[in-house]
């Protein structure tokens, strides 16, 4: 079965100095010649009408930069595509300052019952040294707006380790951040993408960094901050109070299937992982001729599978179930990889609970040298044939 959809809507008012999605700088027509070539895309890819899926994704980019006549145009052919009204969790991204009433409004009619927040930092100079449009008090009328809509069940995103940023700044700005008390955070460590502007400056050494111990010591205050104020963690980079994680993500940490729409979308089919086409006029000229903007396709076989479970799994604080793992893939799990795993619990990176694996503390700040720990050879393969 698949148990989602994501919906990539590439257009930003303004391109944010960190940020290496597929994204295009607003445009009225061009915009709404990709909403026609994304629908094209939704008709051909998923047949009939009213598909159950658990959840649906409308990312970005800033979904919200569409104008409103754009939007219902989406959501209509979202509606129609997806059985909405029976769906676990529909959330769309947005920014601060992006909302009117009318906006919020037509997110609840068509179902929209999610709101992820792009706030990444409270503080209106480090906004601004991010490229960001949105300032503090943006944050609060927002939240205020969605709240008079009913549309509480709201996640902010926060990003640390920022451009001269103090461990006591970070403090203040999660603190605030906290002080929401919104159901989702999630929080990740400023990653240096190629093709950004911090990529360009970093490069010159123009780009000033935390030290890493400074680094280190944000993600432990996010992490004792967060549970004093009973938002807990669930996975690497995001918490939640109970009953709140976010249904779409556990889609792709469980590694099941999901949809992915849209210029750049990635998706994920029985046997096959695909991505699609980057460029806005070779996706739009491809998804109106065939509705297959495809860019490339991986054939996703037993290995590709057992190594993606454990990589995604172990991102999830519960772990890899060894009974799940077995009752899924037929064979123990101690059989591939008993001696990588004695190996990580050896130095401290792994827990080994009962039938649970899982991340140390430790192992969480070196989650992809424990990953890589998990890659298979063919050869491995025929002992559980």
């Known amino acids: 079965m698949i148990n989602a959809a994501y919906i990539h809507i590439p257009f930003c008012q303004q391109i944010c100095h960190y940020c290496d ?71 769309i991204e947005a920014n601060p300052g992006d909302f009117d009433k009318e906006k919020a409004k037509l997110l609840k009619d068509f179902g929209v019952n999610r709101i992820s927040l792009g706030v990444q930092v409270l503080d209106d100079q480090m906004l601004e040294a991010l490229g960001r449009l949105h300032k503090v008090s943006d944050v609060y009328q927002t939240i205020d707006q969605l709240h008079q809509q ?22 203040t700005s999660l603190d605030e951040a906290v002080s929401f008390q919104l159901p989702h955070y999630s929080t990740y460590a400023l990653q240096i993408e190629p093709k950004t502007v911090f990529y360009q400056r970093h490069k010159k050494g123009k780009l000033p960094r935390p030290p890493e111990e400074d680094e280190v010591e944000m993600y432990h205050i996010l992490k004792d901050t967060m549970t004093k104020n009973g938002i807990l963690q669930y996975e690497i980079s995001n918490f939640a109070k109970p009953g709140s994680e976010s249904k779409h ?17 990635s998706g994920y089919l029985p046997g096959k992982r695909f991505i699609n086409l980057r460029p806005l006029p070779a996706y739009t000229k491809q998804a109106m001729a065939d509705g297959k903007p495809v860019l490339h396709v991986d054939k996703i076989g037993l290995k590709e599978q057992l190594e993606e479970e454990m990589f995604l799994g172990l991102r999830k604080m519960e772990g890899v179930n060894k009974i799940h793992f077995e009752k899924k893939y037929g064979f123990s799990l101690n059989a591939l990889y008993k001696r990588s795993i004695a190996g990580l619990v050896q130095e401290g990176l792994l827990a080994e609970n009962g039938q649970i694996i899982q991340l140390t503390d430790q192992g969480k700040l070196l989650a992809n040298d424990v990953f890589e720990k998990f890659l298979l050879e063919d050869s491995d393969l025929v002992q559980v044939d």
Do not use: M
């Not at 959840?55 to 409103?68: C, D, K, Q, R, S």
């Not at 009913?150 to 996640?155: E, F, G, T």
């Open 21 to 91: 999605f597929t994204k295009f700088f607003y445009n009225e027509q061009l915009a709404t010649d990709y909403i026609e070539a994304l629908t094209n895309e939704i008709n051909v890819n998923v047949s009939g009408e009213h598909n159950k899926v658990k959840t649906i994704y409308i990312g970005g980019g800033t979904p919200t930069a569409l104008n409103i006549e754009q939007l219902r145009s989406l959501l209509t052919v979202i509606n129609r595509k997806f059985d909405v009204a029976n769906c676990e969790e529909f959330t």
């Open 150 to 171: 009913n549309l509480s069940n709201i996640s902010l995103d926060l990003i640390y380790a920022l451009p001269n940023q103090t461990v006591e700044q970070f403090k």
């Open 249 to 265: 993500n556990l889609t792709y940490w469980n590694n099941e299937y999901y949809y992915g729409l849209g210029a750049g979308a």
